[in-house]
């Protein structure tokens, strides 16, 4: 069992940046990913990373402007969002999973997730 735990979220304008961070507990170190939901909508895939970190993938929407990146000596996990826009506006879950998923992008293979934490991008 592991538990995670995000912070970094808040009200931002159109085109400012935020940092996301995510701590999990104990020491196994899994493969990770990021998922928003805005109101109405399906858990979206955001960004995934791999256990040590070589390997990344992203939506679409959402790449050359975000970053996923984790300090494992830490049991840290990131995401750097910069030129963010109102389409961004959700709340933003880390999430976790071992062995390796056959799919990063597909909630149902990740078995622990975050409370969530809210990124609202408004003027």
């Known amino acids: 069992q592991v538990q995670l735990d995000e912070s970094g979220g808040g009200l931002v304008q159109p085109g400012g940046s935020l940092r996301l961070s995510c701590a999990a507990s104990?020491?196994?170190?899994?493969?990770m990913g990021w998922f928003r939901q805005a109101p109405g909508t399906e858990r979206e895939f955001v960004a995934a990373i791999s256990a040590a970190g070589l390997t990344t993938t992203y939506i679409d929407s959402v790449k050359g402007r975000f970053t996923i990146s984790r300090d494992n000596p830490k049991n840290i996990l990131y995401l750097q969002m910069n030129n963010l826009e109102p389409a961004d506006t959700a709340i933003y879950y880390c999430?976790?999973?071992?062995?390796?998923?056959?799919?990063?992008?597909?909630?149902?293979?990740?078995?622990?997730w975050g409370q969530g934490t809210q990124v609202t991008v408004s003027s």
């Open positions: 999430a976790a999973t071992t062995p390796r998923p056959t799919d990063y992008k597909s909630p149902h293979l990740y078995h622990y």
């Open positions: 104990g020491r196994t170190i899994y493969h």
